[in-house]
């Protein structure tokens, strides 16, 4: 019988390609988002997981459902038999949370408690979670590394990301019975090679590479570089860019894992590689063969100059690695933003 993974967040960018990993390695994802950031297509299905099922050609279990949302988390624990819960839902927009650090630590903060709960009451004690390098903060060495000290985050949304460890991590300490594998992302870009799925920001871009492809399609006039004053090779900022189907095979490398009862364990997923903006900008110019117009602007709150991973330790422990290069990422995400050019 094919073991039922719930996947909070699945209709998102990362989630969706998670969900495509989950069912090509055999199990039955069941996911969960309130369409925060996620388009509704036809037979009440995100847009992004109807394509899913196109891919995969079986159907994906969906149910609309907001985390924070304890009765209807109850409802759904009892309704199915998870062996693990991926944990993705969540706010994620570093320059949002600068401005409204309240309402990241209610969603981000309590639906994550509430899940939590929910996953004790009904005997669920295996979690994979959606954590990010912001939880770093302003680096003290290259590259990090999962000793690397946290907690000194320049943004709510990192902040967050690093309490919700710190309450994992303690629940893991407390009741021996819990396994959890804290999955820390650096910049996830691309799409599947299918063309079909990929990320569509709602609103103006949050992140370079959208808004980038954007500008090389003609949705957007130019691009915005915050700062050219780094103590970087071109004065950009520098980060670890890695191809989101890497990200999501690095999930089902987690869940085998969890399977080993391996307690509290933290892997950063990255290539160990730092590109500025300006080699990412030239990296899409060759995939597109468009000119990508950009205009350079001031710095913005909350961004650090360099940050790129060690990733040896997810290499050594979870037998991962990321296999694409910046050329794959970038010919992908172009693939889907022509493909796409107003998104889902």
Avoid at 184 to 203: C, K, L, T, V, W
Avoid at 215 to 231: C, I, P, Q, T
Wanted: aromatic content about 10%; glycine content about 10%.
């Amino acid at each position: 019988m094919a073991e039922k993974i719930l996947v909070t967040g699945g209709a998102g960018y990362i989630g969706s390609h998670c969900v495509l990993e989950l069912v090509e390695a055999g199990y039955v994802p069941v996911v969960i988002d309130n369409f925060h950031n996620a388009i509704r297509g036809a037979d009440m299905l995100p847009e992004s997981l109807r394509r899913v099922q196109q891919i995969v050609r079986q159907p994906i279990l969906f149910q609309e459902l907001d985390i924070t949302n304890e009765a209807a988390l109850q409802e759904l624990f009892s309704t199915h038999c998870f062996s693990a819960v991926m944990h993705f839902a969540g706010l994620k927009a570093v320059g949002e949370s600068v401005q409204k650090p309240l309402e990241y630590y209610r969603v981000n903060l309590t639906g994550t408690i509430r899940l939590l709960e929910t996953m004790k009451a009904h005997g669920v004690r295996n979690i994979v979670f959606s954590s990010s390098a912001t939880v770093y903060g302003d680096p003290k060495y290259l590259p990090l590394d999962e000793n690397h000290p946290v907690g000194g985050c320049t943004n709510p949304y990192g902040k967050s990301k690093f309490f919700i460890e710190e309450m994992i991590r303690d629940l893991c300490k407390a009741e021996r019975d819990w396994n959890a594998v804290l999955l820390r992302y650096f910049n996830p870009i691309g799409a599947h090679e299918s063309g079909m799925i990929g990320e569509d920001p709602q609103g103006i871009p949050n992140n370079l590479m959208p808004y980038v492809a954007q500008v090389a399609v003609g949705r957007r006039e130019f691009l915005s570089v915050f700062g050219n004053d780094y103590k970087t090779e071109d004065g950009t900022g520098v980060r670890d860019y890695i191809h989101v189907v890497d990200l999501a095979k690095g999930h089902i490398a987690a869940l085998k894992k969890l399977k080993e009862n391996c307690g509290c364990k933290i892997y950063n997923l990255g290539t160990g590689t730092g590109y500025s903006v300006l080699q990412m900008v030239r990296a899409m110019e060759k995939a597109s063969g468009k000119e990508i117009k950009y205009k350079i602007t001031g710095r913005r709150e909350g961004d650090v100059a360099s940050c790129y991973a060690n990733p040896a330790l997810a290499e050594c422990e979870l037998g991962w690695r990321a296999a694409f290069g910046l050329d794959k990422m970038c010919e992908d995400l172009w693939r889907w933003q022509l493909q796409n050019p107003t998104g889902f």
